[in-house]
C-alpha cells in the first residue's frame, strides 16, 4: 500500500518512474535472512530480477549471497558489496571474457549448463593456472505449472544438463585437474505459486539425482534448488512479504539432507517485486465505440510483463483518493503510449472516474521491471526513486497544474 503522504510527493516528479518502497525491502530481506539461519539454507538473490545499486546494496547488507547470469552482474554484484566468495554464475552462455574475469574475482561457484562448458571452463583454469569451482545444473525434468516462457525444468527446455549426460559428466570432472566439483544446481521455473506441490516434488526428484551421483562415486556438498517463488500479483497488500517460510520448510521436508552438505535458494522475484511500483499519470481519456481507454505514459519499454507474458498486474488510481465524490467506478482499458497494440495493462479494469493527470500505480513491478526496460520507440528510460530519498527526486514538473 503506498502511502497518501508520498502520494503528494509524487505529483512534483516527473512520470513514469519506479517506486521502492525501502521500508518493504527491508522487511522482506531480514525476513528471508533470519530464515536463512533458522533453516539452516544459504540464499542467493537472483540479482536479474533488479540490478539497482541501493537496492543490491540493501539485499547485501544482510549477508544473502548472489546469483549472477551474465559478467556485468557479477561486476555489479562485486561493487554493491557481495563478497566473491558468495557469488554463483549461472547461465548457458558464458562468454570466454566473462568466465576468465569469474575466474580472476575467484566467485564461489560457476552453475555450469553444459559438459561443454565444464570443459571450456577447466581449459580456462588451466591455461591462468587458477581453479574453478564449478556445480553442474542438471535438468530435472519437472513442470513447475507456471508460464511457458518461464518455465526452466523440462526436457525441452534449454537449461541443465540431460540425464542420458550423467555418467560422461562425471568422466569428464575425473578428467579436468583445474575443477573443484561444488555441488549440483537446479531451477525448474519462475512465478511458481503451488508452492508446496510443486517444490516438494523438486525436492524428491532432486534427492533421486544425487543418490545416483553418489553411488556413481560423486560428492556432493552443495544442492542448490534454484528460484521461483511466486508472489500474489492480483493483491499485493495481503501478503506484501512472500510465503518464504513455507518454500523452506517444503525444500527441507521433501529433501534428505546429507551430512555436512549445504543447501542453497535463489529467490529473485520474491524479494524485490511488491516493493516495486511503476508511477505514471493518465495523459488521455478516451471513449472508444465499445469501451473506454486510458492512457498512461507508461508503456510496455518500461515494463514488458504485460505484453510478453499476458501477466497481470494490478492498476490503482493514486489521485482518485484526495477527491470527492471518488466512488464512482468505470471499466477501462488501461493502455500504453507505444505503437504496438499489445502495449496494454490491462482490459476491463474498474477505476474510480480517472481524469488527466491522475497518477496512476502499476503494482508488484519491482522484478524483472526495470531491467526488462528498453527505450523502444526511443522513450525515454524510466528512473528509480526509493522512499527514503524522495525529496531528492529527479525531474520536477508542474505541467498538469497548468493545463
Ligand atoms: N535461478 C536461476 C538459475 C534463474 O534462471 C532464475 C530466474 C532465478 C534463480 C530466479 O527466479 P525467481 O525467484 O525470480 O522466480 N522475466 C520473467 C522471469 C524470468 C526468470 C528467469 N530466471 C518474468 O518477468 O516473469
Redesign the pocket.
Known sequence: MIDPAFIEKFEQIATPFYYYDMELLGHTVDTLASLSRKYGIDVHY?V??NVERRILETIAGSGIGA?C?SGNEVRRALECGFPAGRIVF?GVGKSDREIHEALNAGIEAFNCESLHEIYVINAMAAAFGLRARVAARINPNIDAHTHKY?T?GLFENKFGIARHEFDAMVDLLGRCGNIDFTGLHF?IG??ITEVRDVFSLEARRVDEIISYFEDKGLKVDNVDF????GIDYEDPDSCPVAPFEDWFRTIISGYRRRPGQRLHL?????VVAQCGTLISRVLFVKSGETKNFLILDAGMNDLI?PAL?G?YHKIENLSSCFRKGFSEMQAYDVVGPVCESSDVWGQGRLLPLSVRGDLMAIRSAG??GQV?ASRYNLRDFAPAVFSDELENAPHFIDYFKRL
Do not use: C, F, I
Open positions: 537472483a536479474k530480477a546469483d547470469v549461472a518461464v526452466t531451477h519462475s512465478q534454484g528460484g521461483g517463488l535463489e529467490p529473485g522475484r520474491s510483463r507474458y501477466a522484478a524483472y526488462m
